[in-house]
């Protein structure tokens, strides 16, 4: 086959006009002449005609000017080299322009054609399929250029190019016949970590000075791996530390952007507030060396932490976790009671903060915010209240009349009365083996590597960690009582029932322990945890239940299902009932002891 046939330039004419039967028919047509001819050439022209005759598709077209526009002309050279003239102002002129035997085809019009000055096909407005260009274009391959150097024919395959034209943004068409797909998660992600390797982030780290040898290669001893666990603690507590410092600057500098506007429309009188707020914005810029669309967008993020801020308090903003961000990028429950709940718990936030992070509040030096504790001590040493700050406990009770006033001291585990007991312990059950649980039949070991009993991890046996409850003021005449924080999914321990283990007390609250033969007692008068303060309701979501943890008979308060920011309640049992003085204020509507004052009246 000719060698014309497979020019790019046959190619690229044939796509332009979708005719796919061009190569073809030029293929036959060139039949008749030997691949090796160096007189064979094929030469491309331009007609100008009506559009209407077009679009009648009449095979004879009539022109007001039926004359061709030659543009340019390939042929053979030395067998192999596919050529087109250098420029095409060589069309200008017909000896330097066509090949000789061009010539022949004079008698069509071409002669004329030749003396006109025509640079190319003229970009049609409404196609636009071809676009004039400062640069002329060549084959990669052989250098020769393949059309006049100011006609730019719009690529149609794999081709590299640039432009040096302003892109113009696509205006959205409403009739598009595919949707477009949309970037998923993966692309926004990685499009998200080139973004990040091309900012002007600047990454430091500061490495410890023993670290530990780490040896995959040879196995991991504990040892390594007791210190590549610390390393991991390590620097999560400061990944998750720099990520609250972060976020009260970003809380913070929203507020010092709108003092700055301010300021400076005192500065400039003249300025508007619009004004004003762009100067702030470029300033910001200027520093931050974002572009402003940037600093924009994470300032719609900002400005939900200050709005947190401003309603749950900094404790609120600081210990939020990283799901923050979200919240905050899309608003979520923004307009929907959030800023109403955080109000709600500011305080008792700030006192789970005070007591159980003492140094939360050196973070907020980064912007000279930080101030005195407020709450110190035991957190179950404050009584929250829903209308303001927390109150401590033992002003919850100066309507008692106390020769020594309210005195509870917090412990974690029972303490035995060794007036009473000596050295033994009255929990302890002797038919037992003190290593297998009595519900699972696992293994039980205060080592957490090898305990194998899963009963009650938060307890006994598991990662402790403080629970996540609070005292409160009821506001209905039961006084104090315990406010879940979290969820207790159904069948969790919540605590143990903690105090001093004793016998013989009469006429106040104890928990009745041990055996017949072996009764003990855990009263609560003046030391415990916080389920001393767990209210009675007749429909409780909670109940008291026995555990043995290693031989110890275990009094534990297990969830019956509490759902977070309810009541943590129990059944005190009728025996605890008959014996109190006073109706039960639970509100159930099966309540049992409502009217308990009528059926047994005070003697
Ligand atoms: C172990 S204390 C519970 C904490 C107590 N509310 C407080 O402020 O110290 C038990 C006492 O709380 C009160 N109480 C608990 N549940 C009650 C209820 N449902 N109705 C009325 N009073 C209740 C009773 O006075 C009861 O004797």
Same mark, same amino acid.
């Given at each position: 086959m000719h060698p014309i046939v497979h020019h790019p330039v046959v190619t690229k004419l044939s796509d332009l006009f979708d005719n796919a039967d061009f190569a073809s028919q030029l293929a036959s047509t060139l039949a008749s002449f030997s691949p090796h001819d160096e007189g064979v050439c094929l030469r491309i022209d331009a007609v100008v005609c009506a559009s209407n005759s077009l679009k009648s598709n009449i095979p004879n077209i009539t022109t007001k000017n039926d004359k061709s526009l030659p543009l340019g002309w390939l042929t053979v050279k030395n067998n192999r080299n596919l050529t087109t003239p250098s420029? %095409?102002?060589?069309?200008?002129?017909?000896?330097?322009?066509?090949?000789?035997?061009? =010539?022949?085809?004079?008698?069509?019009?071409?002669?004329?054609v030749r003396h006109k000055t025509v640079s190319g096909l003229r970009p049609s407005k409404s196609a636009a399929i071809a676009v004039t260009t400062e640069e002329s274009d060549s084959d990669p391959d052989t250098g020769n250029r393949l059309r006049p150097s100011n006609v730019r024919i719009e690529p149609s395959v794999r081709q590299f190019h640039s432009d040096t034209r302003f892109p113009q943004r696509k205006k959205p068409t409403k009739d598009t016949a595919t949707p477009a797909l949309q970037p998923s998660s993966i692309?926004? $992600?990685?499009?998200?970590?080139?973004? =990040?390797?091309?900012?002007? /982030?600047?990454?430091?780290?500061? $490495?410890?000075?023993?670290?530990?040898?780490?040896?995959?290669?040879?196995? %991991?001893?504990?040892?390594v791996f007791r210190a590549v666990n610390g390393l991991c603690k390590k620097y999560c507590d400061q990944s998750r530390s720099s990520r609250a410092l972060e976020i009260i600057v970003q809380a913070y500098w929203v507020e010092c952007y709108e003092a700055r506007i301010a300021s400076i429309r005192l500065e400039r009188p003249h300025y508007t507030n619009a004004e004003a707020r762009m100067a702030a914005l470029k300033e910001a810029c200027s520093t931050l060396t974002w572009h402003e669309k940037e600093l924009r967008n994470r300032m719609a993020v900002w400005r939900g932490y200050k709005e947190i801020k401003d309603s749950g308090g900094w404790a609120s903003l600081i210990f939020a976790g990283s799901g923050i961000y979200r919240i905050c990028k899309y608003r979520i429950g923004f307009d929907n009671g959030l800023m109403p709940r955080l109000r709600h718990i500011a305080s008792s936030l700030e006192v789970a903060a005070d007591t159980l992070h003492p140094g939360w509040r050196d973070l907020l030096r980064i912007v000279s915010q930080n101030g005195p504790c407020r709450y110190s001590g035991h957190p179950h040493e404050w009584v929250t209240v829903d209308t303001g700050p927390a109150l401590p406990l033992g002003t919850t009770y100066s309507h008692l009349v106390l020769p020594n006033g309210f005195n509870y001291q917090f412990v974690d585990d029972c303490v035995i009365d060794q007036n009473v007991f000596g050295g033994d312990d009255p929990r302890r059950e002797l038919g037992i083996?003190?290593?297998?649980? =009595?519900?699972?039949?696992?293994?039980?070991?205060? @080592?957490?590597?090898?305990?194998?009993?899963?009963?009650?991890?938060?307890?006994?046996?598991g990662v402790r960690y403080p629970p996540p409850v609070q005292l409160y003021n009821t506001t209905n005449?039961?006084?104090?009582?315990?406010?879940?924080?979290?969820?207790?999914?159904?069948?969790?321990?919540?605590?143990?029932?903690?105090?001093?283990?004793? +016998?013989?007390?009469?006429?106040?609250?104890?928990?009745?322990?041990?055996?017949?033969?072996?009764?003990? =007692?855990? $009263?609560?008068?003046?030391?415990?945890?916080?389920?001393? $303060?767990i209210n009675h309701?007749? +429909?409780?979501?909670?109940?008291?239940?026995?555990?043995?943890? +290693?031989?110890?008979?275990?009094?534990?308060? /297990?969830?019956?299902?509490?759902?977070?920011?309810?009541?943590?309640?129990?059944?005190?049992? @009728?025996?605890?009932?008959?014996?109190?003085?006073?109706?039960?204020?639970?509100?159930?509507?099966?309540?049992?002891?409502?009217?308990?004052?009528?059926?047994?009246?005070?003697?």
């Open positions: 420029h %095409v102002t060589s069309l200008k002129s017909p000896a330097s322009g066509y090949p000789a035997n061009s =010539q022949s085809t004079s008698k069509d019009g071409c002669d004329n692309d926004k $992600f990685i499009a998200g970590i080139w973004r =990040q390797v091309h900012s002007p /982030v600047t990454l430091s780290v500061s $490495f410890p000075d023993r670290r530990p040898e780490f040896s995959l290669g040879t196995g %991991v001893s504990e040892t083996d003190p290593n297998i649980c =009595q519900l699972c039949k696992e293994k039980q070991t205060d @080592d957490l590597v090898s305990n194998h009993c899963s009963c009650f991890p938060a307890l006994f046996g005449g039961k006084n104090n009582g315990v406010i879940a924080r979290c969820e207790f999914d159904r069948g969790t321990a919540i605590a143990e029932f903690v105090g001093l283990v004793t +016998r013989g007390i009469d006429g106040v609250d104890v928990m009745m322990g041990g055996t017949p033969e072996r009764p003990y =007692q855990v $009263f609560q008068g003046q030391m415990g945890n916080f389920t001393r $303060f309701s007749c +429909r409780p979501n909670s109940q008291f239940q026995k555990f043995y943890w +290693r031989g110890i008979e275990r009094i534990l308060v /297990v969830s019956r299902g509490v759902a977070a920011g309810s009541e943590i309640t129990v059944d005190y049992s @009728d025996s605890y009932w008959r014996k109190l003085r006073k109706n039960c204020l639970c509100g159930e509507t099966g309540c049992r002891f409502a009217n308990q004052l009528e059926t047994y009246p005070a003697t």
